[in-house]
């Protein structure tokens, strides 16, 4: 695996766990609210007075609290980083909520009989829906949490077939070949360095015609005229250096 993948893997597993936190606080709160203050069917602990009772509540709704505070701080810093993976923090909190719900019927009712779902009554429905409903929630998360590997394994996998078809085919950025560029294959398709205005000027018998400067577009070089002055006092030079004999015997 590749650093992108294990980056992408770690933002996937840190976005699950925030979001698990706020999930098990969320299930806390109904579980409080709902169940233990409106309905009245039970308290966290009720293998002793009300008022220990009344204290179990409490400490209950204080971890609840800070389940809630502490995942959506991370799931806040997830998000400014930008790091966050949605479909694994839709995952985390039905996961936490699930994993909740499971551990309080079958733990807390069962094994450790710190209190029931309701009294009195018949329990088997009551004990059925409860730990149903969690069972649900776990498998929703399940789903969530294949579908999240499924989407990052298909994303790795375009990003590696997109990386081998540009190394096995022409690259994108050679050089003289992308868009607006002119190939430069023919003579004055670029600028005339001084050097090359200089062997130009000397290939014309110094009669002052350089090779003006112009984009590369592969037509043929504009000839202009140099300075009046350089343009005038060639032909003199060479009607003055003729020998001297051929002066006399010209008619």
């Known amino acids: ?48 007075t009300p008022d220990i009772a009344l204290l179990s509540d409490g400490l209950l709704h204080a971890a609840e609290l800070v389940a809630l505070v502490a995942g959506a701080f991370l799931l806040a810093d997830l998000l400014r980083r930008r790091a966050l993976v949605p479909v694994a923090a839709w995952a985390g909190g039905l996961l936490g909520a699930g994993v909740f719900q499971l551990v309080d019927g079958v733990v807390n009712h069962k094994v450790l009989r710190l209190h029931q779902v309701r009294y009195d009554v018949d329990l088997l429905p009551y004990d059925l829906a409860w730990n149903g409903f969690g069972v649900a929630l776990v498998l929703a998360a399940g789903v969530l949490l294949l579908r999240s590997r499924r989407d990052a394994g298909a994303g790795s996998g375009r990003a ?13 950025d050679a050089p003289g070949t992308g868009p607006g560029t002119a190939p430069a294959t023919g003579p004055g398709t670029g600028p005339v360095d001084a050097v090359g205005d200089h062997r130009a000027r000397g290939a014309h ?20 005229p140099a300075s009046p002055g350089a343009h005038a006092d060639g032909p003199r030079r060479r009607r003055d250096d003729r020998p001297s004999g051929r002066r006399a015997a010209d008619p």
Do not use: C, K, N
């Open 1 to 48: 695996m590749d650093d992108q993948g294990r980056t992408r893997t770690g933002e996937r597993r840190r976005s699950l766990g925030a979001a698990a936190l706020v999930g098990a606080g969320l299930m806390a709160a109904v579980d409080e609210i709902v169940f233990h203050q409106v309905l009245g069917w039970h308290h966290f602990y009720d293998r002793s």
């Open 160 to 172: 590696a077939r997109g990386g081998g078809a540009h190394a096995g085919g022409e690259p994108a």
């Open 205 to 224: 018998g110094g009669t002052g015609r350089r090779r003006a400067t112009g984009p590369a577009t592969g037509a043929m070089p504009t000839v202009r």
